[in-house]
């Protein structure tokens, strides 16, 4: 019997039975024997996925993470057309010695092509970029009890715009193609600072995100009083010259689940408080791998069972620019007197670039994204920073969402209705059922 399946935040804990696929001309046969037997299923990648939108409604998934073959390149303009199962990390061992890059990469590389696609990620480059979505040229879709379907912005433009975002409930995403960007090195030129303030990032932000590829900014929320929102600020850029080099150092692992949360407030303040004096106070530049820039926690495998066997949420959410900074001064206080702090607080500032996704989770405004150990009082803590994002008009991420209200994500995504109506009726997950019934 297979070992069973999870979401990143092992909660809800409802673990997933899965039915392997292995060959693309098999796909169609594997749906529908799991159709015959559970009635719906889900595709289901590499796991990378935080709260339920992964789970499928049945706990029977189709596990695309072994159709991982590249069908064709085209490494003089930069085009990968690769099955739905393969990681982003297998296309940049690829891509990178030969001068490309992902357009758009999340916090993690071991996301699946169709993973990126289903939920639309996005990263420190938005600014610029926009979402993976926005890189997509075509991807082959199988709804059940139909032929394969070859989906672009002008074919079956409908269920294109539907499945980027769609969190794999418009049909299972067999293969894609997505276009890449090229480089001169695998570095990346660095520059940090940290920040007193809320408003200091802001005002880094103004000066720097436009100067930069990518921007990013670390905060900690447990600081008060006239150092809250206080962290450090992060740019970068491909570097014009260099090495084209694959990532090669050694990874570290958590060898197992502790019974409770290795994270809490003392080790979070003294954590938050080292972190934040342990950078430059005056912007500093220097010359870093792709790797610790983009993925500094792949290194640690399962660094998720840190949280122990409870798991954890992680609460991202988007805010209009309008109110952005007066919003995240109401989470970031909300949060410092909670006591329920994160060490992993990322926030980011997104553009005005428009997704091709119905569902697409970016608006222009500002990102926060941070993790929390799964305990009681959580609820109380989310109720309040929902209440906050809700007047300030923004919403949450799906994709990293367990708890989200029905009427919270109606009005946060009001396309739903028209994705619902494109859903395949045989696909259908917890976080589906749990937001629209």
């Known amino acids: 019997m297979s070992t069973p399946l999870h979401s990143w935040g092992r909660y809800p804990a409802a673990p997933q039975s899965a039915q392997a696929c292995h060959?693309?001309?098999?796909?169609?046969?594997?749906?529908?024997?799991?159709?015959?037997?559970?009635?719906?299923t889900l595709p289901y990648g590499n796991?990378?996925?935080?709260?339920?939108?992964?789970?499928?409604?049945?706990?029977?998934?189709?596990?695309?993470?072994?159709?991982?073959?590249?069908?064709?390149?085209?490494?003089?303009?930069?085009?990968?057309?690769?099955?739905a199962g393969v990681t982003l990390a297998e296309i940049l061992a690829l891509a990178i010695p030969r001068g490309w890059f992902l357009p758009v990469t999340p916090g993690t590389q071991y996301a699946t092509l169709g993973g990126a696609i289903g939920n639309d990620v996005h990263g420190?480059?938005?600014?610029?970029?926009?979402?993976?979505?926005?890189?997509?040229?075509?991807?082959?879709?199988?709804?059940?009890?139909?032929?394969?379907?070859?989906c672009s912005p002008a074919e079956h433009p409908e269920l294109f715009a539907a499945t980027i975002g769609g969190l794999g409930l418009t049909g299972v995403i067999a293969w894609a193609e997505i276009r890449l960007i090229p480089i001169r090195s695998s570095q990346i030129d660095r520059s940090v600072v940290r920040f007193g303030e809320l408003g200091e990032?802001?005002?880094?932000?103004?000066?720097?995100?436009?100067?930069?590829?990518?921007?990013?900014?670390?905060?900690?929320?447990?600081?008060?009083?006239?150092q809250a929102g206080r962290g450090v600020f992060i740019v970068g850029d491909h570097a014009r010259y260099g090495r084209l080099e694959v990532?090669?150092?050694?990874?570290?692992?958590?060898?197992?689940?502790?019974?409770?949360?290795?994270?809490?407030?003392?080790?979070?303040?003294?954590?938050?408080?080292?972190?934040w004096r342990a950078h430059p106070g005056r912007r500093t530049a220097a010359r870093v791998g792709y790797a610790p820039f983009f993925y500094p926690l792949d290194r640690l495998l399962?660094?998720?069972?840190?949280?122990?066997?409870?798991?954890?949420?992680?609460?991202?959410?988007?805010?209009?620019?309008?109110?952005?900074?007066?919003?995240?001064?109401?989470?970031?206080?909300?949060?410092?007197?909670?006591g329920q702090g994160s060490f992993l607080a990322v926030?980011?500032?997104?553009?005005?670039?428009?997704?091709?996704?119905?569902?697409s989770f970016p608006l222009p405004g500002a990102s926060l994204a941070l993790d929390f150990p799964?305990?009681?009082?959580?609820?109380?803590?989310?109720?309040?920073?929902?209440?906050?994002?809700?007047?300030?008009?923004?919403?949450?991420?799906?994709a990293k969402d367990a708890h989200m209200s029905a009427d919270d994500f109606r009005r946060a995504y009001p396309a739903w209705e028209r994705l619902e109506a494109l859903r395949d009726p045989v696909l259908n997950s917890r976080f589906w059922k749990r937001v629209t019934t």
Not at 255 to 268: A, E
Not at 353 to 358: E, N, V, Y
Not at 381 to 396: K, S, T
Request: with cysteine; proline share 3%; glycine share 8%.
């Open 124 to 150: 420190k480059n938005h600014h610029v970029r926009g979402t993976f979505g926005n890189h997509v040229l075509r991807f082959g879709l199988l709804r059940h009890g139909q032929e394969l379907l070859s």
């Open 23 to 40: 060959w693309r001309e098999g796909l169609a046969a594997d749906l529908d024997g799991i159709v015959r037997t559970q009635g719906s």
């Open 347 to 359: 926030l980011k500032r997104c553009g005005a670039i428009a997704s091709p996704g119905l569902l």
């Open 47 to 83: 796991g990378r996925s935080y709260g339920d939108s992964c789970l499928a409604a049945s706990d029977r998934v189709l596990h695309m993470r072994t159709l991982d073959r590249f069908i064709r390149v085209d490494w003089q303009q930069g085009l990968v057309l690769a099955e």
């Open 374 to 398: 799964q305990q009681a009082d959580l609820e109380r803590l989310f109720a309040r920073l929902d209440a906050i994002v809700h007047e300030a008009g923004g919403r949450l991420y799906p």
């Open 201 to 226: 990032f802001f005002a880094l932000s103004a000066e720097l995100d436009h100067r930069h590829e990518y921007s990013v900014a670390w905060i900690d929320c447990l600081a008060r009083g006239r």
């Open 247 to 275: 990532d090669g150092r050694s990874r570290l692992q958590v060898p197992l689940t502790p019974p409770v949360s290795l994270i809490n407030n003392l080790s979070l303040r003294a954590f938050n408080a080292a972190y």
């Open 302 to 338: 399962h660094w998720n069972r840190i949280y122990g066997r409870r798991g954890f949420q992680q609460y991202q959410c988007v805010l209009p620019d309008a109110v952005a900074e007066v919003a995240l001064r109401e989470l970031l206080d909300a949060i410092a007197v909670s």
